[in-house]
């Protein structure tokens, strides 16, 4: 019989720092935010490129996907953590938290006025 279990059970609240990062990981870090920046500032700009360009741009973004869930798997196996745990990295701490969009003080109800 398999028993499964649900990764969410033990879900830290969003801003929960679960561990430090290493040097290395802060540096691999910056340099793929870095990049993903630059590939979202890339993206606001309206180009038209031709069918070469989007190929070779395609190829690049796909990279920059695979070389962050390569990051972040590693990133996630060492912390033995779940990989649907969003988590993110302070590049000036080194505090490695929880970031799922459902922070605590944000809530679905509106304020009276």
């Known amino acids: 019989m398999i028993v499964g279990r649900n990764i969410y059970d033990n879900h830290p609240q969003d801003g929960t720092v679960i561990a430090k990062a290493t040097v290395d990981e802060v540096n ?20 038209k490129l031709d069918p070469e360009s989007i190929q070779t741009c395609l190829s690049q973004f796909k990279e920059h996907e695979l070389k ?6 590693r990133v996630h196996l060492r912390l033995r953590v779940p990989y649907t745990w969003d988590l993110c990295i302070d590049i000036v701490t080194g505090d490695i938290f929880v970031k799922n969009e459902n922070w605590p003080y944000y809530d679905s109800v509106e304020p009276e006025s």
Do not use: K
């Open 68 to 73: 962050i869930m390569d990051f972040w798997s």
């Open 28 to 47: 691999e870090f910056r340099e793929l935010h870095a990049e993903h920046i630059a590939i979202l500032r890339l993206s606001d700009i309206q180009l």
